[in-house]
């Protein structure tokens, strides 16, 4: 089934990149994860994600350029992914939704207490993500 994008604003279209139940959380998991991280071993991090939602969420967030898909062709041939410059520069945004989260909605039900920093270009490319 297609969705056509609902923008009726610069929220909406800022939204859509990252709605769906699970977008964010692999975001973090792969910006914790600092490099390329194999399939499997990213959807192991996270508990109660079904492999076909699992899939369907980075499809998404591949076709909206906010990760990174790499086919390596080695024997055995495996799929990793990572971060993109767009999806790095989401991660002020996240971390100010963690913030209001927590002074707003649930401060005695969660706990975010890491610095997020996004690194420059020049950082990037020396951390070897992608």
């Known amino acids: 089934m297609i969705h056509e994008p609902r923008y009726d604003c610069a929220i909406d279209a800022a939204m859509s990149v990252i709605e769906g139940r699970w977008k964010t959380v692999i975001l973090c998991k792969l910006y914790r994860h600092g490099g390329p991280i194999r399939y ?10 079904s492999p076909r939602i699992f899939t369907l969420q980075l499809k998404e967030m591949e076709r909206d ?3 990174v898909r790499k086919v390596r062709s080695t024997k055995p041939k495996y799929v990793e992914y990572c971060l993109s410059e ?3 520069s989401l991660l002020p945004i996240l ?3 963690a913030d209001w989260g927590l ?9 975010f ?7 420059s270009k020049e950082e990037l490319k020396e951390s070897g993500l992608c």
């Open 40 to 49: 499997n071993q990213l959807m192991g991090q996270i508990e109660g994600i």
């Open 95 to 97: 971390k100010s939704l």
């Open 113 to 119: 207490n890491e610095d997020i920093s996004v690194p």
């Open 86 to 88: 767009r999806g790095l």
């Open 65 to 67: 350029g906010i990760i």
């Open 103 to 111: 002074k707003n909605m649930f401060s005695n039900m969660v706990e």
